[in-house]
């Protein structure tokens, strides 16, 4: 089945970094199609970035800011997000999808950009 498990979130000033981390397991990784989601309170789901094997595409808010990442020899998809703003702030979700069109997600993890 597939398990996917993400690190990193946390507390952040405005303009500060972080890097999201997911570790993927029960799909064929190198092969399937990676992505990073968030939800902020009231608001709906909302695709950030994703990657699949040979390109990569990213919400216009976070353009120049946000670079999504893959080791495939690890299993692990990352999101590094820079200059972050208040508005980034949400529960941030990992997304696979196998050529199969089987579709996991991960538990989330929160980013809060605050002063």
């Known amino acids: 089945q597939v398990q996917l498990v993400e690190s990193g979130g946390g507390l952040v000033q405005p303009g500060g970094s972080l890097r999201l981390s997911c570790a993927a397991s029960g799909i064929p990784f190198g092969i399937s199609t990676m992505g990073w989601y968030r939800q902020a309170p009231g608001k709906r789901r909302e695709l950030v970035a994703r990657?699949?094997?040979?390109?990569?595409n990213y919400a216009d808010s976070v353009k120049d800011r946000f670079t999504i990442s893959r080791d495939n020899t690890k299993n692990t998809v990352y999101l590094q997000m820079n200059s972050l703003k208040p508005e980034y702030t949400a529960v941030y979700y990992c997304?696979?999808?196998?050529?199969?069109?089987?579709?996991?997600w991960g538990q989330g993890t929160q980013v809060t950009v605050s002063s």
């Open positions: 990657i699949s094997t040979g390109s990569t």
């Open positions: 997304n696979s999808r196998t050529p199969g069109g089987l579709e996991g």
